[in-house]
């Protein structure tokens, strides 16, 4: 069973460029959640998604934006950066049903760099 | 909203000594609780979870924590801690399994097990 996984591992952009990040979700999952981790700092929670709609959205402004494709792959694109856009971007899959808990798995993350 | 405290950013121990890792948690009607761990150039891998039920939880790699809600706590412990635990560990709540357990995090301990 292949795990969470995310790519690239690191990048560095420019103040006012674009940025795509990929995640690819654990085989027969259809959540994803995309998290930010400042240096120092815990992760703070940006999106979900669930089959492909956004489900639930943290305190980050539309710059930040997201897709779920049918495969479950997802992706994080952020516009505009900023310089405190760096951080480490992590995502974590599981699959939900409404009811039960299942765990959700984390990705090694993307560490972005805005210079 | 949610707000996670983990008392103490960092915790040097001796190997073999015990550890108690301290995280409160701002009160809501419905709270789950969950301890996650974080090696250098890792993503999070959830060590324990609270959902209901017994208020003494046991997670992987000898680890528990216990459910306090009158002091709104979830401490971590573990009676003799090994080199091989030195890493960050966030303590983390969600409100609610509606919202697939969308996690607010703590800003992190870091744990060092020293010789």
């Known amino acids: 069973e292949t795990g969470v996984t995310q790519s690239p591992t690191h990048l560095i952009k420019t103040r006012g460029q674009q940025v795509t990040l990929r995640c690819s979700s654990q085989?027969?999952?259809?959540?994803v959640s995309w998290y930010q981790q400042a240096l120092g700092q815990g992760p703070q929670f940006i999106f979900q998604y669930y089959r492909e709609e956004e489900n639930g959205r943290g305190n980050f402004p539309p710059r930040f934006s997201g897709l779920q494709f049918p495969n479950y792959s997802s992706e994080l694109n952020v516009n505009a950066l900023e310089l405190d856009d760096s951080a480490l971007y992590l995502c974590?899959?599981?699959?939900?049903?409404?009811?039960?808990?299942?765990?959700?798995?984390f990705g090694p993350g993307t560490r972005l760099t805005v210079l | 909203a949610q707000s996670v405290t983990q008392l103490d950013s960092q915790v040097p121990v001796f190997e073999e000594a015990p550890v108690e890792l301290r995280c409160n948690y701002s009160s809501s009607v419905s709270v789950y609780l969950f301890w996650y761990v974080q090696y250098p150039n890792q993503g999070l891998q959830l060590l324990l979870k609270y959902l209901s039920g017994s208020t003494l939880v046991k997670g992987i790699n000898g680890f528990e924590a216990e459910f306090n809600k009158s002091q709104t706590s979830f401490h971590l412990r573990k009676p003799s801690v090994h080199i091989s635990d030195t890493a960050e560990y966030f303590c983390?709540?969600?409100?609610?399994?509606?919202?697939?357990?969308?996690?607010?995090f703590g800003k992190g301990t870091l744990l060092t097990v020293n010789p």
């Open positions: 085989s027969g999952h259809n959540t």
């Open positions: 974590a899959s599981s699959f939900w049903t409404g009811r039960v808990y299942n765990e959700q798995f």
């Open positions: 983390a709540v969600s409100d609610s399994p509606g919202s697939n357990y969308k996690l607010t």
